[in-house]
T-cell receptor
Framework: GESVGLHLPTLSVQEGDNSIINCAYSNSASDYFIWYKQESGKGPQFIIDIRSNMDKRQGQRVTVLLNKTVKHLSLQIAATQPGDSAVYFCAEIWDSSYKLIFGSGTRLLVRP | EAQVTQNPRYLITVTGKKLTVTCSQNMNHEYMSWYRQDPGLGLRQIYYSMNVEVTDKGDVPEGYKVSRKEKRNFPLILESPSPNQTSLYFC????????????FGPGTRLTVL
């Protein structure tokens, strides 16, 4: 498959453990934050988003936390599975700009 | 099946030879966008389109053109490709700008020699 990044930070977790992927953002005016998952050889896939006036949002096995004080976003994956192995990107949106700005990504490796 | 398709998936070309990468979606989406992905730089937006005949520059538009004559199609045009445009390109679409779930195509690997 395609190599999506040669210099990505990597998080290695044991299957069944919880994973926490972190992201720092720069623009305090961002309206939304989004997490995408990219498997090898595929395009990014939307996971979950959170509005800037929220602190936490939960999905199926995933939770996103937003700390606006320190401009930090995290994605928590419960009971990590081999199928979760991928590169994870955070992205931020300024609604008025109609643009999506991606972070550089984190590679998640799940050990069996 | 609801999807975003791109063609070609792989292309090797030479400097200066005009090329077009097609993108088509069958979901009646209003918003479409092109990104390039490079190691260490993540995905960067090239151009986007809010709807038919409405396009605007993203963060790295130099050397690219787009058109949106029909709702379903959003081709990316490189009039005179250069080696620094060697990259992995993704097209994406969403129902509207306000809905943040963008659907991405499978990608086009372009190499410019």
């Amino acid at each position: 498959g395609e190599s999506v990044g040669l210099h990505l930070p990597t998080l290695s977790v044991q299957e069944g453990d919880n994973s926490i992927i972190n992201c720092a953002y720069s623009n305090s005016a961002s309206d939304y934050f989004i997490w995408y998952k990219q498997e090898s050889g595929k395009g990014p896939q939307f996971i979950i988003d959170i509005r800037s006036n929220m602190d936490k949002r939960q999905g199926q096995r995933v939770t996103v936390l937003l700390n606006k004080t320190v401009k930090h976003l995290s994605l928590q994956i419960a009971a990590t599975q081999p199928g979760d192995s991928a590169v994870y990107f955070c992205a931020e949106i300024w609604d008025s700009s109609y643009k999506l700005i991606f972070g550089s990504g984190t590679r998640l490796l799940v050990r069996p | 099946e609801a999807q975003v398709t791109q063609n070609p998936r792989y292309l090797i070309t030479v400097t200066g030879k005009k090329l077009t990468v097609t993108c088509s979606q069958n979901m009646n989406h209003e918003y479409m966008s092109w990104y390039r992905q490079d190691p260490g730089l993540g995905l960067r937006q090239i151009y986007y389109s809010m709807n038919v005949e409405v396009t605007d520059k993203g963060d790295v538009p130099e050397g690219y053109k787009v058109s949106r004559k029909e709702k379903r199609n959003f081709p990316l045009i490189l009039e005179s490709p250069s080696p620094n445009q060697t990259s992995l390109y993704f097209c994406a679409s969403s129902l509207s700008w306000g809905l943040h779930e963008q659907f991405f195509g499978p990608g086009t690997r372009l190499t410019v020699l």
